[in-house]
Antibody, heavy 122, light 108 residues
Framework: QVQLVESGGGVVQPGRSLRLSCAASGFTFSSYTLHWVRQAPGKGLEWVAFISYDASDKYYADSVKGRFTISRDNSKRTLFLQMNSLRAEDTAVYYC???????????????WGQGTLVTVSS | SSELTQDPAVSVALGQTVTITCRGD??????ASWYQQKPGQAPVLVIYAKGNRPSGIPDRFSGSSSGNTASLTITGAQAEDEADYYC???????????FGGGTKLTVL
């Protein structure tokens, strides 16, 4: 079965960096586009970033553009989110999500991980 | 980017029908998807691509779209449908995605 397992969250001071990982199993990783979505405590969902199946295309929400970098290692079946210059408003649960159909960038998030909490605080 | 607007809260009597709406300019061009989220859980895709339901989603969930509005309808709401519901679509550029603010559904 499809599994997405995020890791790397924790408490970090403002201005510092953190790298999230999402380990995938149960599907052909290299055929699917992936996204990061976050949810601040008690708030709604916010789309963060997208990466195509072959990493040729990457897009970012305006709120993180220039600070966050999405990447993937298809040989290791792992998605990453490098977060630099972190701010208090980046505090959230970060989910990785997989598109519904292979080789498709529809943005229909058919599978989600359980999320990893990032807390930015001094 | 563009915005998607949802009513913050909606209620429905057990067994009745409820429609949750999502409005935004980008919906004139791009399809919406809908997600159900219960407290402490990851979201679950319930509707995508003009009304398609993933396997395992009950057929009481349906989706439609007209103009700048996408709708999620639950026909015969059950107690277990009480949750937050979010719409999602591409923005006007087509390269970014945006969620609606979410609708809290209460089943009375």
């Amino acid at each position: 079965q499809v599994q997405l397992v995020e890791s790397g969250g924790g408490v970090v001071q403002p201005g510092r960096s953190l790298r999230l990982s999402c380990a995938a199993s149960g599907f052909t990783f290299s055929s699917y586009t992936l996204h990061w979505v976050r949810q601040a405590p008690g708030k709604g969902l916010e789309w963060v970033a997208f990466i195509s199946y072959d990493a040729s295309d990457k897009y970012y929400a305006d709120s993180v553009k220039g600070r966050f970098t999405i990447s993937r290692d298809n040989s290791k079946r792992t998605l990453f989110l490098q977060m630099n210059s972190l701010r208090a408003e980046d505090t959230a649960v970060y989910y990785c999500a997989r598109d519904a159909r292979p080789l498709d960038s529809s943005g229909y998030y058919a599978y989600w991980g359980q999320g990893t909490l990032v807390t930015v605080s001094s | 980017s563009s915005e998607l607007t949802q009513d913050p809260a909606v209620s429905v009597a057990l067994g009745q029908t409820v429609t949750i709406t999502c409005r935004g300019d980008s919906l004139r061009r791009y399809s919406a998807s809908w997600y159900q989220q219960k407290p402490g859980q990851a979201p679950v895709l319930v509707i995508y691509a003009k009304g398609n339901r993933p396997s395992g989603i009950p057929d009481r969930f349906s989706g439609s779209s007209s103009g700048n509005t996408a709708s999620l309808t639950i026909t015969g709401a059950q107690a277990e449908d009480e949750a937050d519901y979010y719409c999602n679509s591409r923005d006007n550029s087509g390269n970014l995605w945006v969620f609606g603010g979410g609708t809290k559904l209460t089943v009375l």
